[in-house]
Every structure is written in structure tokens, then in C-alpha cells.
């Protein structure tokens, strides 16, 4: 389905291009259009990211305005950056706050962290297991200690990210308070 709704939108695009009154001047300068000057155009796009080729800027036009609506096309990605640049722009770097609470009443970690093993005749979800997670972790707080800084540390590392090695939100800037 979603190649089809691709092929769709690129093909609205492809009926308005063609639909404009200087199509026939746009088809006979392709026509004229020679490898060479592909790659000379092709070079300085890449060294300056422009072309003084009037007729690779109008190509790239025409491909920009059919890749545009295509659904994760390189032109819409490009559109949607520089939607959010805007946004920036406007409104400024965004925010994230996130509070990290872990459960460690019910985390067998807690109870690995203390040296305490769930006896074998203990069924993992009765209440007899939740009673002996809670009497461990209140008896042995440093156990506790250790279970939090073991989940911040691998959230913090694994998805946001260290200095050395960016997480998912690229390079943070990680402040507490």
C-alpha cells in the first residue's frame, strides 16, 4: 500500500509538470542536455552545494516539486528540516524533561544487587514474591542505591547518550537538578 500511495503522489507530481505551459521548452532543453555537463554540474554541487547551470537548477526544481509530496522522499525530508529549522527559528531550542522513577520494589534486580535469590518454591508474580522484593529492598537500601544508579546510568548512556558515543537526540547537553 505504501508503494502504491508513493507511486501515486509522485505521479500528481509528474501530470502537473507536464501540464505547464513551457513543458515543450523544458523537453527540448533536455534534449540538449549532454553527460558532460551532468558532471561538470555534478562536481560543483558537491564542492559548493550550487550549480551555474541554468538548466540543472530548473531539473533539480522540477524534481524538488515532484519529490516533494512523495512520502519519505529525499525532498520531503529536506522540507521537513527545514520546517523544523523554522520552527526553531521561531520558538527557539527545544526542552526535553524526563523523569526517571524505576520500580524497584519490583525489580529482581534489586533482589540480585542485595545477594538474595527469590526461593525456588515462589511463584514469580504471588504475593509472596512482591512481599519478598519489598522486605529485601527496605532492608538493604544500599542494594537499592546501586539499582538506581544502574538503570539511570544505562538510560542515560543507552538512549541519550555519553560524550563520547551521541544517543538518539544526537549530541545532549545533560543538566540535573
Not at 544508579?149 to 544517543?167: D, H, I, K, Q, R
Request: aromatic share 8%; proline share 6%; hydrophobic share 45%.
Amino acid at each position: 500500500m505504501f508503494d502504491t500511495l508513493q507511486t501515486r503522489k509522485s505521479a500528481l507530481g509528474n501530470a502537473i509538470l507536464v501540464q505547464r505551459r513551457d513543458w515543450q521548452d523544458v523537453q527540448d532543453q533536455l534534449r540538449s542536455l549532454t553527460s558532460e555537463r551532468l558532471e561538470r554540474a555534478a562536481c560543483e554541487l558537491q564542492a559548493t552545494h550550487r550549480t551555474q547551470d541554468p538548466l540543472v537548477v530548473k531539473l533539480l526544481s522540477f524534481i524538488r516539486g515532484i519529490g516533494a509530496p512523495v512520502p519519505n522522499s529525499f525532498q520531503q525530508k529536506i522540507r521537513m528540516r527545514r520546517e523544523i529549522r523554522s520552527l526553531l527559528v521561531r520558538y527557539g531550542m527545544p526542552a526535553f524533561w524526563f523523569t526517571l522513577n524505576p520500580s524497584d520494589l519490583r525489580s529482581p534486580l534489586v533482589l540480585s544487587l542485595a545477594g538474595v535469590a527469590l526461593p525456588l518454591d515462589t511463584q514469580e508474580g504471588s504475593v509472596m514474591a512482591k512481599t519478598f522484593r519489598n522486605v529485601t529492598a527496605t532492608m538493604n537500601p544500599v542494594a537499592v542505591a546501586q539499582f538506581f544508579n544502574y538503570v539511570c546510568t544505562a538510560f542515560f548512556t543507552g538512549l541519550v547518550g555519553s560524550p563520547e558515543v551521541p544517543g538518539i537526540f544526537g549530541e545532549a547537553t545533560i543538566t540535573m537538578e
